[in-house]
């Protein structure tokens, strides 16, 4: 597939969306971008200010879970391309809360898979859909994911995503539609909301607040600098083969623990406080329940066969997102709403 005209792109306010718009919009001005989003707790539409009076990006505020809402979306813009991000992408709340995570990660994807379907004298280049490593479930201490492994998801999170894979799969099987789709290891990076590790731990350092590690820290994650996903995402897009999958990921393995000490090396030396004294506020909390052990990606495929790999190294990248957390204070004020307030409350003080 070449470059694509018109492209919608769901959940585009939110983490890796609003950093893949930021990369994409004036990179490809002849391509319009349109950002579908609703606006939930996760999107925010101060990480897309330096854009949004780009001539080739539109915001259009609509909720996949409702069929007649992306219905007229699509009639309104018809575009040739679907990237879609938009999801419940936290996995304490799905545990806490999993129907919204059914309702948009299955529902939702599959009503943009049936406006594409039935999208009539539109050109349909591809949908592509962006899902997670979870979908496989948990390692043990060797081996990695690759494209073949078995799913096996443990969490209401794990599982929509895994569900909305094989919805995508199948449109591809059953109705010939051009799709591809793309599981990757944990991102990091500006813009994160700050419910997961990198910035949740990034404030409460910087702030003099606990970091909270559930249960021995041992937990392994591979982490990914957001833009590597992104540009890995938009290689997928244009030079991918329509029905396959790509795994992404970092070739940078740590332990949870490891991760979090590293945070509190990185911001020691940007506030010039003793490194110990962060040490000191770390505090081990109650465990996940079905807490998946170790991820880890095997992305020889997209190597390979597209020429795709991580740029940006652990250290580099952590520096650059510390950073950017110091230098955006009111980004951070403003995500930081009285639903923040009390996610935070009721997550951390039971536990
Ligand atoms: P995020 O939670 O930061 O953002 C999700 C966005 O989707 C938000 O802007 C939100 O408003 C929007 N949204 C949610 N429900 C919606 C609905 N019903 N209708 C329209 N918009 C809706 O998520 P993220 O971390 O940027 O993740 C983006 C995608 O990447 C997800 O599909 C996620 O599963 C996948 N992914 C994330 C990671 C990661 O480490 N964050 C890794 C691999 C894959
Ligand atoms: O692997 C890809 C997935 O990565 C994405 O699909 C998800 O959308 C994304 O949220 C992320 O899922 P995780 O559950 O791995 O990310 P999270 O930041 O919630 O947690 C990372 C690890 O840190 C995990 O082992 C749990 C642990 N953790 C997390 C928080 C928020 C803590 O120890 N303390 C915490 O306060």
Not at 18 to 23: A, M, P, T
Not at 34 to 54: K, M, R
Not at 148 to 175: F, G, I, M, N
Request: glycine share 8%; hydrophobic share 35%; charged share 25%.
């Amino acid at each position: 597939m070449g470059n694509p005209e018109s492209i919608l792109v769901t959940g585009g306010a939110g983490f890796i969306g609003s950093n893949w718009l930021s990369l994409m919009v004036p990179r490809f001005p002849k391509c319009q971008f349109i950002n579908v989003d609703s606006l939930t707790y996760a999107g925010n539409l101060a990480s897309l200010q330096h854009i949004q009076e780009s001539e080739n990006y539109r915001f259009h505020r609509a909720d996949i879970r409702d069929r007649d809402s992306v219905n007229d979306v699509w009639m309104t813009y018809r575009p040739d391309t679907v990237v879609h991000f938009a999801a419940e992408s936290h996995v304490d709340r799905s545990i806490s809360g999993p129907i919204e995570f059914i309702e948009t990660n299955v529902i939702g994807t599959l009503n943009l898979l049936e406006a594409f379907r039935t999208a009539g004298d539109t050109d349909r280049n591809r949908f592509h859909h962006i899902s997670t490593d979870e979908v496989y479930g948990s390692l043990g201490d060797e081996g990695l994911f690759t494209e073949e492994t078995r799913y096996d998801p443990s969490s209401p999170y794990s599982a929509s995503k895994a569900a909305s894979d094989h919805l995508v799969r199948a449109y591809h099987r059953t109705y010939g539609l051009p799709v591809t789709i793309t599981n990757c290891s944990n991102n990091y990076g500006p813009r994160q909301f700050p419910e997961k590790l990198f910035p949740l731990m990034i404030l409460n350092a910087m702030e003099g607040k606990s970091l909270p590690v559930y249960g021995t820290g041992t937990n392994v994650r591979d982490w990914l600098y957001v833009d590597d996903h992104c540009e890995a995402i938009w290689t997928v897009l244009t030079e991918g083969v329509s029905g396959e999958t790509y795994n992404i990921g970092g070739n940078s393995e740590r332990t949870n623990l490891e991760v979090v000490h590293s945070i509190c090396r990185a911001v020691a030396e940007e506030l010039g406080r003793p490194f110990e004294d962060l040490l000191g506020q770390i505090t081990y909390v109650k465990d996940r329940p079905g807490h998946d052990f170790r991820y880890a990606i095997d992305a020889s495929k997209i190597q390979a066969d597209l020429g795709w790999s991580p740029k940006e190294s652990f250290e580099s990248g952590l520096k650059k997102t510390v950073q950017w957390y110091l230098q955006n204070p009111e980004w951070i004020a403003q995500v930081r709403s009285g639903e923040y307030r009390q996610w935070i409350e009721q997550n951390y003080t039971q536990r």
